[in-house]
């Protein structure tokens, strides 16, 4: 089992940066997936990105592509969403979440969420 706890969020301009941390408990963080998850007000939790154990494989939704990078270090058991060039409708709650072995970009395929940060980004 791993426990989750995301942090960084915030308030920022459209066209700021954010960087997102997801700190993980236990001792086979490298045995999990990691995804980023998000979820505004009135809609679905949608998929933002998701690595693979080691980092090797990353995977992006069409609207984050390009603008956020998802990255991983296992020696501190830690995943990171750097968010670049943000916009107003990347406002939303961001989720980290965990699954054994592979990647995946369904929320339904994680076992363990974190409890969300806020991000906000004003026009």
């Known amino acids: 089992q791993v426990q989750l706890v995301e942090s960084g969020g915030g308030l920022v301009q459209a066209g700021g940066s954010l960087g997102l941390s997801c700190a993980a408990s236990?001792?086979?963080?490298?045995?999990?997936?990691m995804g980023w998850f998000r979820q505004a007000p009135g809609k679905e939790r949608e998929f933002v990105a998701t690595?693979?154990?080691?980092?090797?494989?990353?995977t992006y939704s069409d609207s984050v592509k390009g603008r956020f990078t998802i990255a991983r270090d296992n020696s501190k058991n830690t995943v990171y969403l750097q968010m670049n060039s943000l916009k107003p409708e990347d406002t939303a709650v961001y989720y980290c979440?965990?699954?054994?072995?592979?990647?995946?970009?369904?929320?339904?395929?994680?076992?363990?969420w974190g409890q969300g940060t806020q991000v906000t980004v004003s026009s």
């Open positions: 690595i693979s154990t080691f980092g090797s494989i990353t």
């Open positions: 236990g001792r086979t963080f490298s045995s999990y997936a």
């Open positions: 979440a965990a699954r054994r072995a592979l990647t995946a970009a369904q929320a339904m395929d994680y076992a363990y």
